[in-house]
């Protein structure tokens, strides 16, 4: 039985129903794809993409029918590619798909939000802990998303929100 069949069990057995997946789970390999192993691009799409699709797939059909949601959580490396990271920013991007179509096809019975989180981050903190985002912001590329110094929610389509 897999992991995810067991969660679903134990909510519906200790608390009936469920209302709402949060799915916020995200691993994000350090070396380029090219050079980092296989095993660690399966690791990267079984959690960023394949994890939140199982969860659905397990809690969506018993979710009460108009009164359910899931919360898909998305990152702004999922529209950015020189993010350092193609395992991370392919299976965002990935999940960002998968909810839109997922959406759809859930239609009336369960809401499906995407939220793409966006960091900002001290001027201090940025140069070293964010050094592709230093990199294109020299280069006269920033993006709002990353100078803004709040976060604040701003909804796209009705399946997707920006967070920043």
Not at 37 to 64: A, I
Not at 99 to 105: D, K
Not at 129 to 145: E, T
């Amino acid at each position: 039985m897999g992991s995810e069949m067991c969660i679903r069990d134990r909510v519906y057995d200790q608390l009936g129903r469920c209302d709402l997946v949060i799915n916020n789970a995200a691993v994000a390999a350090p070396l380029p794809a090219l050079r980092d192993s296989t095993k660690r691009w399966r690791t990267g799409v079984d959690v960023n993409l394949n994890g939140p699709f199982y969860l659905m797939y397990h809690f969506c059909p018993r979710m009460p029918e108009g009164a359910g949601r899931v919360i898909n959580i998305s990152s702004g490396a999922a529209v950015t590619p020189d993010f350092g990271r193609p395992n991370y920013t392919a299976t965002k991007l990935a999940l960002e798909g998968l909810s839109q179509s997922l959406a759809h096809e859930l239609s009336g019975k369960v809401a499906l939000t995407v939220l793409r989180v966006d960091v900002a981050v001290g001027a201090r903190a940025l140069p070293r802990r964010f050094p592709m985002i230093v990199a294109r912001l020299r280069k006269g590329r920033q993006s709002a998303a990353v100078m803004r110094p709040y976060s604040s929610a701003v909804v796209c389509p009705p399946f997707l929100s920006e967070i920043s």
